[in-house]
């Protein structure tokens, strides 16, 4: 069964510092799916990336990264300088075979508060 | 930029009654979820809808659930009789057939009294 695992339940930093988010998962499928979304207190989903099981490469965008390593199974996000509209619940999610529709499986997110 | 709708943002009723949530998925998505979020926990998927029929539905998503896409636009969520614990935040969400990150809208705030 998948299983996604973000220990970090509660995370704060001070504006312009450095922040990962880790994010651990289990599927038995070789082919799979990775998301990050954003929820901020407004309380709707952002997406901000997808990654396929098949490329590893990781991305950056802006002040955001992801590290995808499937040999310890993770997909951890970098915000870099962060500022305080980053504070939000972050949740990883995975898709796979198991979901025929490919419906997504989160984890229990985590929070982040970002103090000015 | 296009984007998924919900009405009504906040839905209060009392317990037994029968509500329906309603969304706009974007015009070209072909594929429609609902998942739920009680306060403070993780998002869970309830049903998936493609080509007119569910393509999988959760243990969450029993009898007392239906879904429905009674034209073009509209796909809606049906809560026969409402429990106590059916009071959550219900996303609808949808993608497109070649790409399987979801969209989703802002939410329906449900509180069965």
């Known amino acids: 069964a998948q299983k996604v695992t973000q220990a970090q339940t509660e995370i704060s930093v001070v504006e312009k510092e450095d922040v990962t988010l880790d994010c651990v998962y289990e599927t038995r499928d070789t082919t799979y799916y990775l998301f990050w979304y954003k929820q901020p207190p407004s309380g709707e989903l952002v997406f901000l990336i997808r990654?396929?099981?098949?490329?590893?490469q990781n991305e950056i965008s802006g002040r955001y990264s992801w590290n995808f390593q499937k040999s310890t199974s993770s997909f951890n996000f970098t915000i870099t300088a962060s500022q305080v509209v980053d504070s939000a619940v972050y949740f990883c999610?995975?898709?796979?075979?198991?979901?025929?529709?490919?419906?997504?499986?989160f984890g229990t997110g985590t929070r982040l508060t970002v103090i000015p | 930029e296009p984007e998924v709708t919900q009405t009504p943002s906040h839905q209060v009723t009392q317990m037994g009654q029968e509500v329906i949530l309603r969304c706009v998925p974007i015009?070209?998505?072909?594929?429609f979820y609902w998942y739920r979020q009680i306060l403070g926990q993780k998002v869970e998927f309830l049903v998936s809808f493609y080509n007119n029929e569910i393509s999988e539905k959760s243990e969450i998503f029993d009898d007392q659930f239906s879904v429905e896409r009674p034209d073009g636009s509209n796909f809606t969520l049906k809560i026969r009789s409402t429990k106590l614990e059916d009071s959550a935040m219900y996303f609808c969400?949808?993608?497109?057939?070649?790409?399987?990150?979801?969209?989703f809208g802002p939410g329906t705030r449900l509180t069965v009294t």
């Open positions: 999610a995975l898709s796979d075979s198991q979901t025929g529709a490919n419906n997504l499986f």
């Open positions: 015009s070209n998505h072909l594929y």
């Open positions: 969400a949808s993608r497109v057939r070649t790409a399987y990150e979801q969209y």
């Open positions: 990654r396929n099981s098949f490329d590893e």
